[in-house]
């Protein structure tokens, strides 16, 4: 019964993942060994599935591994060398020789998708979507026909996509007189994902990501019972680069890459950045579908404006919530009990002024209460009151909390839309269970953080 019921649970939160993205442009970089995989075709399938139900597929394959073959078969040589030296960025040195082999391996890879996608009854089409200048000259060494990105064509993409078709970008773009150029896929994927203003961007590889046996990780950071980290913010990911990075193996090094991507991509705009290997069957689904996913996400601080309480914000606080209050949305606070809650409180500030706040009560036994919520509603149009919830839930994931509950008696279906479900008032920890308000009558609603 409980394996049923937990199943259940599944679907309901795929179907609310799959409503809250439908329609979203999402960008998978998918590095080449990932299709030399026995999986591959699975992850095709998977992909096809996903533009089938709505949602908005870009893929930009890697192809290094097979231009580095290609070029080896020939005889040809390929050097590397470093074109920014604070982040030890390294190119392909593509010399007139070595191009038109590059642009063979560049597009049978891409071949290599839409052929297991047409299996999947999904069109796709492999376009020349990226114009390209070349590097020029760089540290002495003349890059020939290695370039870098000039303009993502949006428009074409843009019919490609409302056509329900996947469009594939390879490393290969064109100057206006169609000079070709060996693109760094990396530098496609975060160029195309800020073009299309795309909702996530996907790094997949053969790597097994980020382990707390690998990786000197914080304890407040996120992990599965397997030690693989669940997610973390730009500034965490750049604490992991620092300490891992003069210290690093060769495994270590590609996994840090992959990181590095993705604080790239995060510092360009892009909310969401997951690291997944590819070998996993399902790992997009699991990704995408549930709360712990199957890879890890890097987020982009969507929290920057969200901030302890201080007490000068004590009267903005009480502005916010009088009238909840006088309403019985909220329940009657003093600026006394304010007070001595201070440490509970957050606010989210705009240009200096507090628009929006709420509190994370610990009340023990690994529960805590999302409560005094509220929100200017000049300000509805952003969403401060999703923020605030999203930045107390993870405050409390962080905390090691188990479960957070709120008490109400008029938002439940606000709540139950981030998948709080209604419970009993038994449920509650013993210490909130002994001042709950029998003439209030608030609904209990819980949500299971999974930790």
């Given amino acids: 019964m409980s394996n049923c019921l937990s199943q259940v649970e599944l679907i309901r939160e795929a179907f609310h993942y799959q409503s809250r993205f439908e329609g979203s442009t999402m960008v998978f ?10 999986g591959f075709p699975y992850l095709m399938k998977d992909l096809a599935l996903l533009a089938q139900t709505g949602f908005k597929i870009v893929i930009v394959p890697g192809a290094k591994e097979s231009i580095d073959a290609a070029l080896e078969k020939h005889t040809i040589t390929s050097a590397y060398t470093t074109i920014c030296e604070d982040s030890q960025e390294l190119a392909r040195v593509t010399t007139p020789q070595a191009i038109p082999f590059v642009e063979m391996a560049a597009f ?30 760089v540290n002495g060494i003349d890059m020939g026909h290695t370039g870098t990105v000039d303009k993502i064509y949006i428009d074409s993409i843009s019919k490609v996509l409302n056509l329900g078709m996947i469009p594939i970008l390879p490393c290969i773009g064109y100057s206006p007189t169609g000079k070709p150029y060996n693109v760094p896929s990396d530098e496609i994927a975060l160029a195309v994902s800020a073009a299309l203003g795309a909702i996530k961007l996907f790094i997949v590889s053969v790597h097994e990501g980020i382990h707390r046996d690998v990786f000197p990780l914080s304890r407040d950071l996120a992990t599965r019972d397997d030690g693989s980290l669940i997610r973390l913010t730009p500034q965490e990911a750049q604490a992991i680069i620092a300490e891992s990075g003069k210290a690093a193996n060769d495994s270590q090094e590609a996994v840090l890459r992959e990181l590095k991507l993705a604080l790239r991509a995060s510092q360009a705009g892009i909310d969401r950045v997951h690291i997944i290997d590819g070998r996993k069957e399902g790992a997009v689904l699991k990704e995408l579908f549930s709360n712990l996913g199957a890879g890890t996400m890097v987020y982009a601080d969507a929290y920057e404006s969200i901030r302890s ?5 004590l009267p903005d606080i009480l502005r916010l919530m009088e009238p909840l209050m006088q309403t019985g949305i909220l329940i009657r606070r003093t600026a006394e009990h304010i007070q001595e809650k201070k440490d509970d409180y957050v606010v989210y500030e705009i240009d200096g002024s507090v628009r929006a706040c709420g509190a994370l009560h610990d009340w023990g036994e690994n529960q805590a209460e999302i409560a005094a919520m509220a929100s200017d509603p000049l300000y509805t149009g952003m ?5 605030i919830l999203g930045y107390l839930m993870e405050r409390a994931r962080k905390n090691r909390v188990k479960r957070v509950f709120v008490l109400t008696t008029h938002t439940q279906d606000w709540f139950e839309a981030f ?11 013993e210490r909130k269970r002994c ?8 609904k209990v609603f819980a949500l299971e953080l999974g930790n």
């Avoid at 290599?112 to 089409?125: H, I, K, N, P």
């Avoid at 001042?435 to 608030?442: F, G, I, P, V």
Wanted: proline share 4%.
């Fill in 309 to 313: 309480f201080h007490n000068r914000d």
């Fill in 108 to 137: 049978h890879g891409a071949t290599r998708f839409m052929t297991c996608l047409s299996g999947s009854r999904v069109d796709a089409v492999i376009g020349n979507f990226v114009r390209a200048r070349g590097l020029g000259v």
């Fill in 29 to 38: 970089k998918i590095d080449f060994p990932v299709t030399e995989d026995p």
């Fill in 419 to 429: 998948g709080f479900k209604e419970t009993t008032v038994d449920s509650l920890p």
């Fill in 435 to 442: 001042l709950y308000d029998q003439a209030r009558k608030s």
């Fill in 383 to 387: 969403n401060l009151g999703r923020q």
